[in-house]
T-cell receptor
């Protein structure tokens, strides 16, 4: 599996935007970029995914670099409920593994 | 219904016990997964079932035995576990390879917190 690199932890003030970076320099042409998050004492939760174009949904936005070697998950207005570990994952179109890296622990400060 | 339901939520078992973890989904997903998560670590993939057949075993010890009796159910049978097997066990499901869209999200259950004494 291609590897992703994320900062171990980040802090954000409540109600401010948060940009969570992910590097994936060995990404292949068929790899989709997925983001999941895991709140304390819960199972992981899907956030968003994309291939080449930027994506928006009700939870977040995903900005993908033109060369696809990096991406950024954007939470437009952080709330205390967004405090979680965020995982950036590469998932090949025909392959079924969801392999987690270390992830970024996001702390939201009131 | 977009839920993956895992039972029990908590389990304490002795090293000589036999127990089973259960996972159920009714989303029509044909790929199901077991993960193990130790405290402050990311989930680690254990097994993948595709169309009720075991497709990936990540070199998991034989004291863990998965079973997929039908397309909605996934079990993990436990026997002669060690204290270091204490962890959160997560089940997940997603659309299978031949279910149209090739790259979709996985849905996770809340996990079973297992303690081996």
């Amino acid at each position: 599996d291609a590897k992703t690199t994320q900062p171990n932890s980040m802090e954000s003030n409540e109600e401010e935007p948060v940009h969570l970076p992910c590097n994936h320099s060995t990404i292949s042409g068929t790899d989709y970029i997925h983001w999941y998050r895991q709140l304390p004492s819960q199972g992981p939760e899907y956030v968003i995914h994309g291939l080449t174009s930027n994506v928006n949904n009700r939870m977040a936005s995903l900005a993908i670099a033109e060369d696809r070697k990096s991406s950024t998950l954007i939470l437009h207005r952080a709330t205390l409920r967004d405090a979680a570990v965020y995982y950036c994952i590469l998932r090949s179109g025909g392959y079924q593994k969801v392999t987690f890296g270390i992830g970024t622990k996001l702390q939201v400060i009131p | 219904d977009t839920e993956v339901t895992q039972t029990p939520k908590h389990l304490v078992m002795g090293m000589t016990n036999k127990k089973s973890l259960k996972c159920e989904q009714h989303m029509g997903h044909r790929a199901m997964y077991w993960y193990k998560q130790k405290a402050k670590k990311p989930p680690e993939l254990m097994f993948v079932y595709s169309y009720e057949k075991l497709s990936i075993n990540e070199s998991v010890p034989s004291r863990f035995s998965p079973e997929c009796p039908n397309s909605s159910l996934l079990n993990l049978h436990l026997h002669a576990l060690q204290p270091e097997d204490s962890a959160l066990y997560l089940c997940a499901s997603s659309l299978g390879t031949y279910q149209g869209r090739m790259n979709t999200e996985a849905f996770f259950g809340q996990g079973t917190r297992l303690t081996v004494v």
